[in-house]
Structure formats: structure tokens, C-alpha cells
């Protein structure tokens, strides 16, 4: 079980995401929790391991051809989405990202295309601490606690 801390950069060095300070990411090394080439490079990672990679489109490509038109009611979202806002739907592959394009009265225009997609990505990384998974995490295949499944 794997925590760290991450700054996720585009090329230009501009930042797209950090984990919040108190508040890791939690992953399960090994079950496919994470992006397989982050994971890779995190094998054997043990706590103060820093790590700088640049991933080329770890989100795949931009598929030009990704706008769908949705029920509303497919969204995971309390109230109308705005234009531009990236929402989570569930599809045939499980929960997804996608950035909503148009909104109208039962339906939404979104890109399917993850909001990363056919960007090249640096992970500045800082491992926090490594530790055994419990046999309760490995037969669910995800982290408990915090930072992970509170449930
Ligand atoms: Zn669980």
C-alpha cells in the first residue's frame, strides 16, 4: 500500500492537479489501481522516494469523434452541470471523467475524452509511506482509510 503526494504538470510546467496536503493518495501497488506506467515507475518505492516523470499521453489520445449526448440523469451530480465542468457518468467501462460541453433540459453534450487526453504529463512525486495491505484491502483490491475506501 502506497501513499504519496503528487504535482501533476502539462509540458509547458503549468500545474493540472496536486494532491491535497492532508490528504494522500492511496493506491493498492500491483492491482491496477493507478496509471500501469506510473505504477512501474513507483515499483520498489519506500517512503521520501522523490520521483520526476514525464508520461507521453498516459490518458491516450484525443479522439476528435467523443461528443455524446446524455441523460441527464446519468450524471453523478447533485444539480445541473455547467459548460466546462468535468462530471463522472457511468458507462459499459465503469465511471468516467468527461468534460460537459452543452447543457440543455433532460440532456448533456459531453466529451467522453478524458480531460488529460492527448497530453503529455510530468508526476512529481514524493512517496510517503509504504506499507503492508491488509487481507481485507487485497481481497477488495483497493485501499482503506485514509485516503482511501471509507467504507
Ligand atoms: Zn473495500
Not at 41 to 66: C, F, I, K, R, W
Not at 80 to 99: A, D, F, H, I, Y
Amino acid at each position: 500500500m502506497v501513499s504519496f503526494q503528487y504535482v501533476l504538470k502539462d509540458v509547458e510546467g503549468k500545474v493540472l492537479e496536486t494532491s491535497a496536503q492532508e490528504d494522500p493518495t492511496v493506491y493498492l501497488h500491483g492491482h491496477n489501481g493507478m496509471l500501469p506506467a506510473l505504477e512501474r515507475e513507483l515499483a520498489g518505492a519506500t517512503a521520501g522516494t522523490a520521483l520526476n516523470v514525464t508520461l507521453s499521453q498516459p490518458y491516450g489520445p484525443n479522439h476528435p469523434d467523443s461528443i455524446q449526448r446524455i441523460p441527464l440523469k446519468h450524471l453523478h451530480a447533485k444539480k445541473k452541470p455547467q459548460p466546462g465542468t468535468v462530471v463522472v457518468v457511468r458507462s459499459k467501462e465503469g465511471l468516467r471523467q468527461v468534460t460537459v460541453l452543452k447543457v440543455g433540459k433532460f440532456s448533456v453534450d459531453v466529451d467522453t475524452n478524458h480531460p488529460f487526453a492527448g497530453m503529455d504529463l510530468t508526476f512529481e512525486i514524493e512517496v510517503l509511506d509504504v506499507r503492508q495491505a491488509t487481507p481485507e484491502e487485497l481481497a477488495h483490491g483497493h485501499a482503506h482509510g485514509p485516503g482511501g475506501h471509507q467504507h
